[in-house]
């Protein structure tokens, strides 16, 4: 499977990243090469492997659901670019 | 006298204990370190001397009272991936700059508590991402290293190459890391420190900036194997903010330094001798051995058949978790925003995203999404994920005959600025040695093993068994003993 421009423009969209037609022809280049390069994958036969979920072979724990924390609200909004009336200000999403 | 900054973190320990020096001087001489050095080497991004001396004052007031904690008045460097409360965090990334957290890290909350004196902030590769520190938007770090007769800056690798400059450089009596794919073992080894990465488990991520979670894992910079052990043993412990940290017991790893590995059974991978290895390299292997052998240990040959795979599965698994941990990077709640005139909240997102990350921290980006886009997720992200399987099993299969492993920890020397940057592949190769421990989550120490013909230094990792770091602190003190390495960078605290 290989990365054409097609295929850089569908991942930027997904990755929410603008990128130019000149970047595009780049990123098609090194992704390409990486991708080559990953390839060698292949040659292990995985057919009968589980997938490792975690490295720790601890469960995780469990605790009680309660309230241990909140009464944030400044300290949450303190690094809002742009915040108002207690809210974050995002540019309008409804027409 | 010798000066201040001389002293070990153990040396400094003892003698602030029995008064015999302050945390305020101490303190004091590595801020004057700093003002000489950094302008040369940009291992800080951000140096906080109010702080550093309130905390100084503070730890000498407790000192005189007969209390403090194991490390109190120790003046540390923070890597600037850690939340540090009303301190300018921006994990080396535009796109964080002017980040003031409002909380602090756990493994930082620990050093505070155990009474450390915070310096300041360390310069990374954007996002931990690299192996040369030459990602970073606040500029590249300079190693304080010089190959013989060449004036070229080296880099001092990477990610945490400002916090092993500094401890380098005596910049610092000690500093924090992260290491995601060896990003504390690599840059160890280049600036001729130690670096330990914990088993993943041991240290909360509480608080780090995140990168690749199933991965990333804090440890510790210092100037010797005793000091990287005291210092270790503050930051770990189970941390309930953090479910993926440990609740075993964290032994004192400073006690693990018997200095005695007679019997112990040390492997030696050999699939990590690889075609067309440095000579340089695997002579100081070899070196390593003899240490070990005379220190009566036995040598075991073992094999870690799929290691040549483990890099491939890397740039698949660490991409992917990055993709999805950078979402939040979106302009909304914190760090930059680019908002064109009359643009709307997706025009937001992709311009702040662009203009944010830089080329390294994009090309993951990308990777990691494409990777675990529809059509594409089987082929990569659960095929990396079963030949991760495989290499856990690796591991555990060598460790059934042995005790620990004894690797080099870098495939070379370091290499000047610039040098490896042409090829993403070629800068990945650079954590050829270090990135199978991590994919297993297993402890991982470097020490300064010896030096190249062209004066630099060059690296051994011990690594251990899950949860056992005291075995890896103990084969490093008995190989330090042997190394006797000696040499100081040519930048270095006057």
Redesign the interface.
């Known amino acids: 499977m290989s990365i054409d421009t097609v295929v850089v423009t569908k991942i930027a969209r997904l990755a929410s990243i603008e990128v130019t037609d000149a970047q595009k022809e780049h990123y098609v280049r090194e992704l390409s090469g990486i991708m080559k390069w990953i390839e060698q994958l292949a040659e292990i036969n995985t057919d009968n492997v589980p997938q490792l979920t975690s490295v720790s072979e601890t469960t995780l724990p469990l605790r009680k659901d309660e309230i241990t924390d909140g009464h944030k609200r400044d300290a949450v909004l303190a690094n809002a670019p742009a915040s108002d009336y207690g809210c974050f200000i995002v540019p309008k999403v409804i027409e | 006298m010798s000066k201040l900054t001389d002293l070990t973190l153990s040396e400094a320990r003892d003698a602030l204990k029995a008064k015999k020096i302050s945390s305020k001087e101490l303190t004091q001489a590595y801020l004057g370190a700093i003002e000489s050095l950094n302008p040369a080497l940009n291992a800080y991004i951000k140096v906080t001397p109010e702080r550093a001396l309130a905390g100084a004052d503070a730890a000498d007031a407790r000192i005189a009272k007969g209390q403090g904690g194991a490390l109190e008045g120790i003046p540390f460097a923070i890597k600037d991936l850690f939340c540090t409360k009303d301190v300018q965090t921006t994990a080396g990334s535009h796109i964080l700059e002017g ?2 957290p ?2 602090e890290s756990s493994v930082t909350t620990r050093l505070w508590d155990a009474g450390a004196v915070m310096l300041g902030k360390t310069n990374l590769d954007e996002f931990a991402m690299g192996s040369s520190n030459t990602t970073s938007y606040f500029g590249n770090v300079i190693s304080p290293w010089k190959a013989k007769g060449s004036d070229k800056d080296l880099v001092p690798g990477g990610s945490s190459g400002g916090s092993a400059a500094a401890v380098s450089a005596r910049m610092c009596l000690a500093a924090t890391g992260t290491d995601t794919g060896g990003s504390i073992r690599q840059p160890a080894s280049f600036c001729g420190i130690v670096g330990i990465k914990p088993t ?2 041991r240290c909360s991520r509480y608080g780090i900036v995140a990168f690749a979670s ?1 991965l990333d894992q804090a440890g510790m910079f210092a100037r010797n194997v005793r000091d990287a052990a005291i210092a270790q043993t503050v930051i770990c412990g189970h941390d ?1 903010k953090d ?2 940290s ?3 017991a964290v032994p004192d790893f400073e006690k693990a330094l018997t200095g005695n590995i007679k019997g112990m059974k040390i492997g030696i991978p050999r699939e990590y001798r690889v075609e067309g290895i440095d000579p340089e390299i695997a002579a100081l292997w070899d070196k390593g051995i003899t240490w070990l052998k005379d220190a009566g240990a036995q040598i075991i040959d073992v094999s870690l058949p ?1 290691t ?2 483990a890099l ?2 890397y ?2 698994i660490a991409p992917a978790e990055a ?1 999805s941990n950078l ?1 939040r990077y ?8 680019v ?1 064109p005139d009359g ?9 702040t ?2 203009a944010g ?1 830089g080329d390294e921290v ?2 993951r ?3 990691g ?2 990777v675990l ?1 529809a059509g ?1 997720y089987d ?2 992200y ?9 290499l ?1 099993q690796d591991f555990k299969k060598a460790f059934e005959q042995v005790d620990a492993l004894l690797t080099p920890t870098a495939p070379s020397a370091a290499f000047a600025i610039g040098e490896n940057s042409d ?3 070629k800068m990945y190769l650079n954590d050829i040695f270090t990135i199978p421990t991590s ?3 297993l402890p991982g120490l470097s020490l300064p093993a010896g030096l190249s013909s062209t004066g630099l230094p060059l690296g051994l990792q011990i690594i251990g068994k ?1 949860f056992d770091e005291e075995t890896v602190f103990r084969v490093a003190g008995v190989m330090e003993e042997a190394a006797q390495f000696k040499a100081l960078p040519q930048k270095v605290a006057a």
């Open positions: 980040f003031v409002q909380y993943y488990g199933s309930p479910s993926t440990s609740p075993k799929h040549k795979y491939p599965t740039y698949i993709s979402a979106d302009g909304v709640r914190y760090g930059l925003r908002l643009g709307g909240l997706t025009d937001m997102y992709r311009k995203r662009a990350f994009k090309r980006i990308l990777i999404t494409y886009s594409y082929a990569y659960k095929k990396a994920q079963r030949v991760r399987y495989l856990v090829d993403p592949v994919m297993a989550g899950s």
